[in-house]
């Protein structure tokens, strides 16, 4: 087993305002480190100990290769204290994981570095936490798909370099990955583009990292290069997709992070 950091104690009270929330940690992470990644690269159960828990580990990259990301650990123990956190224990020892990685790296820890997550989820008074907008698979990226404000994903076809071209966007906020699809792909999921907006899909190609003009600034856009898509209803092509590294840029051992 790896051994995990030592979680502080309680010494007869204190107040939850104290600690800051995990997703307070995140947007100061990506504000610090726009091109950073936070990955999930270890979930364990342990069920062989008294009493039982989950394990994660997490790390925040602050560029894509980073030599030493910032690693954080945190479990949870089976089942969970709490209504919120029973049936969820992986999901929430994932975010106090997060948290902790970013921790690590000196980012958000004034005032300890547990998260309010974290101390919720032991102590009895955790809330919810909403789930990534995008979620990882072998090979390909789960969210809801909704229409960009501009070129190449506002959901119109047109003309390339790489001939014919169509795109739309998964997730929400940060979380953003375009996904565009060229030649064949392209001119059949055009007209199929108002069956699917709005709903959870899964979709499959290699991601890079691509610069768009915003306003007066240059910013940094992940891009998929489409190569299939499932829907509830249909799948295109109807040929299963082959796994391939989501960042085909990265070295090896960053794309298995990634994948994790």
Do not use: C
């Not at 007869?12 to 690269?41: Q, S």
């Not at 224990?89 to 970013?102: Q, Y």
């Not at 030649?183 to 709005?198: N, Q, S, V």
């Amino acid at each position: 087993m790896s051994p995990l950091m030592n979680e502080p104690k309680s010494k007869g009270g204190f107040a939850l305002g104290d600690y800051v929330e995990v997703k307070e940690r995140i947007r100061m992470f990506y504000e610090a480190h726009p091109d950073g990644r936070l990955v999930t690269e270890r979930a364990e159960y342990w069920l062989e100990i008294d009493p039982p828990r989950v394990v994660v580990k997490a790390l925040a990259y602050r560029t894509a290769d980073d030599p030493h990301p910032g690693v954080g650990w945190s479990w949870l123990e089976l089942p969970g204290k709490t209504s919120y956190t029973r049936g969820s224990e992986l999901e929430n020892a994932e975010t106090s994981a997060w948290g902790r990685a970013i921790g690590s790296l000196g980012i958000g820890i004034d005032k300890g570095i547990s998260s309010k997550n974290e101390v919720d989820a032991k102590t009895g008074n955790a809330e919810p936490e909403k789930p990534p907008s995008v979620q990882q698979v072998e090979g390909g990226l789960i969210g809801i798909a909704t229409i960009g404000k501009a070129a190449p994903v506002d959901g119109l076809l047109r003309e390339t370099p790489q001939g014919p071209s169509v795109g739309f966007v998964i997730g929400e906020g940060r979380e953003k990955v375009q996904a565009v699809a060229y030649e064949d792909l392209a001119a059949a999921l055009a007209p199929l583009l108002d069956t699917f907006i709005g709903q959870r899909v899964q979709v499959y190609g290699p991601v890079t990292m691509e610069t768009m003009r915003v306003g007066n600034y240059d910013r940094k856009f992940p891009r998929m290069n489409l190569v299939q898509i499932k829907t509830p209803e249909w799948t295109l092509p109807a040929t299963e997709a082959v796994p391939e590294p989501l960042f085909p840029d990265e070295d090896e051992e960053m794309a298995e992070a990634a994948r994790a």
